[in-house]
């Protein structure tokens, strides 16, 4: 559905010059099609066909790109982004990614194994317990601060494994000591329930905007925070 296209300069003797091109397709993951009564349907593509039209698409962007001389020698990397449906809360995911160093086709591509899901989990399924640790985490924050207006996180797997998780915590509390003891609360409750090794992202908002931060990054073990003073 979009293409776009960044290129990377390297220092030379005698300034600057190309080194590389980075192409990224978002493809579809849903189609429309109208049938004979007018009725509108939505079929989703399957992440093969994607990944199949994918390196269809790519082939021929990189078989154009290589006519221009001075691209002929030039790697170019594509990756492919599958966009999310349009009632799904949650991003997009990358599909695949691959590499022409010559020549006019992507060679070299690497599969990528990723989806995101909304947390909490609302309709219990076998995979559930998978999510536990964001039920926990839900439930010691709302124990303590029932009057928060919701709590709410999107998670990142790839291969299988939890690679990021970002919450999004809606307060109603303005007064710097609430914020305080929320954001406190938040920091010592996530050392105990959620995932180790992960980058975690957690933010209180209100109608005034951020309130708080509370994250690390990816192999940390203590958790930082931040207070914005308005």
């Given at each position: 559905?979009?293409?776009?296209?960044?290129?990377?300069?390297?220092?030379?003797?005698?300034?600057?010059?190309l080194g590389g091109i980075v192409l990224g397709l978002?493809?579809?993951?849903?189609?429309?099609?109208?049938?004979?009564?007018?009725?509108?349907?939505?079929?989703?593509?399957?992440?093969?066909?994607?990944?199949?039209?994918?390196?269809?698409?790519?082939?021929?962007?990189?078989?154009?790109?290589?006519?221009?001389?001075?691209?002929?020698?030039?790697?170019?990397?594509?990756?492919?982004?599958?966009?999310?449906?349009?009632?799904?809360?949650?991003?997009?995911?990358?599909?695949?990614?691959?590499?022409?160093?010559?020549?006019?086709?992507?060679?070299?591509?690497?599969?990528?194994?990723?989806?995101?899901?909304?947390?909490?989990?609302?309709?219990?399924?076998?995979?559930?317990?998978?999510?536990?640790?964001?039920?926990?985490?839900?439930?010691?924050?709302?124990?303590?601060?029932?009057?928060?207006?919701?709590?709410?996180?999107?998670?990142?797997?790839?291969?299988?494994?939890?690679?990021?998780?970002?919450?999004e915590i809606v307060s109603q509390f303005y007064k710097?000591?609430?914020?305080?003891?929320?954001?406190?609360?938040?920091?010592?409750?996530?050392?105990?329930?959620?995932?180790?090794?992960?980058?975690?992202?957690?933010?209180?908002?209100?109608?005034?905007?951020v309130e708080a931060y509370v994250g690390r990054p990816?192999?940390?073990?203590?958790?930082?925070?931040?207070?914005?003073?308005?």
């Amino acid at each position: 559905s979009q293409v776009a296209e960044k290129n990377l300069m390297v220092e030379t003797e005698e300034g600057f010059a190309l080194g590389g091109i980075v192409l990224g397709l978002a493809m579809n993951s849903t189609y429309e099609y109208t049938d004979a009564d007018g009725v509108i349907h939505e079929q989703e593509i399957s992440v093969g066909e994607m990944r199949e039209r994918g390196r269809q698409f790519a082939n021929i962007i990189v078989g154009r790109l290589r006519n221009t001389e001075e691209l002929r020698s030039v790697p170019i990397v594509v990756g492919i982004y599958r966009t999310a449906p349009s009632d799904e809360v949650v991003g997009g995911t990358y599909v695949l990614d691959g590499i022409s160093r010559e020549g006019n086709s992507v060679t070299d591509w690497t599969e990528n194994n990723e989806y995101r899901i909304a947390l909490p989990i609302i309709e219990a399924s076998d995979q559930s317990d998978q999510y536990a640790y964001f039920d926990n985490f839900n439930n010691e924050i709302i124990n303590f601060f029932p009057n928060l207006n919701g709590i709410s996180g999107e998670a990142l797997y790839i291969d299988g494994g939890l690679a990021s998780l970002n919450v999004e915590i809606v307060s109603q509390f303005y007064k710097q000591t609430e914020i305080t003891a929320l954001t406190q609360h938040i920091t010592d409750v996530s050392q105990r329930t959620l995932p180790e090794g992960v980058a975690i992202e957690i933010k209180v908002i209100s109608d005034a905007g951020v309130e708080a931060y509370v994250g690390r990054p990816a192999g940390a073990t203590q958790y930082q925070s931040h207070i914005f003073k308005k």
